[in-house]
T-cell receptor
Framework: DARVTQTPRHKVTEMGQEVTMRCQPILGHNTVFWYRQTMMQGLELLAYFRNRAPLDDSGMPKDRFSAEMPDATLATLKIQPSEPRDSAVYFC????????????????FGEGSRLTVL | AQSVSQHNHHVILSEAASLELGCNYSYGGTVNLFWYVQYPGQHLQLLLKYFSGDPLVKGIKGFEAEFIKSKFSFNLRKPSVQWSDTAEYFCAVIHGSGNTGKLIFGQGTTLQVKP
């Protein structure tokens, strides 16, 4: 069964520390999304990539967050320095979307990385 | 800006009751529409999707949704809920041409089914 894999599943860190979350999308998917889920804000889109190129990261605090896709099998989301308000579950999702795929849009989600910043 | 609105934030039903969760979106062009479900402690999973064709879409576990273009709505329904349907439900929309479409989620509706 193909699945989106995220690591770490849980992370507890102290304010000011760097946090890196990793995602392995499903092979053949051309689009990768990073979402953040909190009780207050629900699911927020942070950034997404199409064919490894960043398309939109307007949902991400640029001063501390960065998202990259160094190759087709790895997407990373980094927070530096982390703050308590970053505590959330971060989901990665992948899918086949865009020209030649009929727009598409069905996403497959990873299990999430639960981040707690003390 | 494009948005997705889910009218009910928290719904409590007894088993066998009928369910309808509202979803409206703001984009006027071509859209693909989805309902995702998140069971407690789990990741999001696809319930059903609408791309084109019959506006009444059947999904898994007895769920269905109706796309009403004139109302910009995609409401989720189930005739008789079960305790195992307790979960959070998200409506989502993707729009845009070419390679730029992005998937936007509503705020979610928490459904609690009492046995």
């Amino acid at each position: 069964d193909a699945r989106v894999t995220q690591t770490p599943r849980h992370k507890v860190t102290e304010m000011g520390q760097e946090v890196t979350m990793r995602c392995q999308p499903i092979l053949g998917h051309n689009t990768v999304f990073w979402y953040r889920q909190t009780m207050m804000q629900g699911l927020e889109l942070l950034a997404y990539f199409r064919n490894r190129a960043p398309l939109d990261d307007s949902g991400m605090p640029k001063d501390r967050f960065s998202a990259e896709m160094p190759d087709a099998t790895l997407a990373t989301l980094k927070i530096q320095p982390s703050e308590p308000r970053d505590s959330a579950v971060y989901f990665c999702a992948s899918g086949r979307i865009g020209a030649g795929t009929g727009v598409g849009g069905e996403l497959f989600f990873g299990e999430g990385s639960r981040l707690t910043v003390l | 800006a494009q948005s997705v609105s889910q009218h009910n934030h928290h719904v409590i039903l007894s088993e066998a009751a009928s369910l309808e969760l509202g979803c409206n979106y703001s984009y006027g062009g071509t859209v693909n529409l989805f309902w995702y479900v998140q069971y407690p402690g789990q990741h999001l999973q696809l319930l059903l999707k609408y791309f084109s064709g019959d506006p009444l879409v059947k999904g898994i576990k007895g769920f269905e949704a109706e796309f009403i273009k004139s109302k910009f709505s995609f409401n989720l329904r189930k005739p008789s809920v079960q305790w195992s349907d307790t979960a959070e439900y998200f409506c989502a929309v993707i729009h845009g041409s070419g390679n730029t479409g992005k998937l936007i989620f509503g705020q979610g509706t928490t459904l609690q089914v009492k046995p």
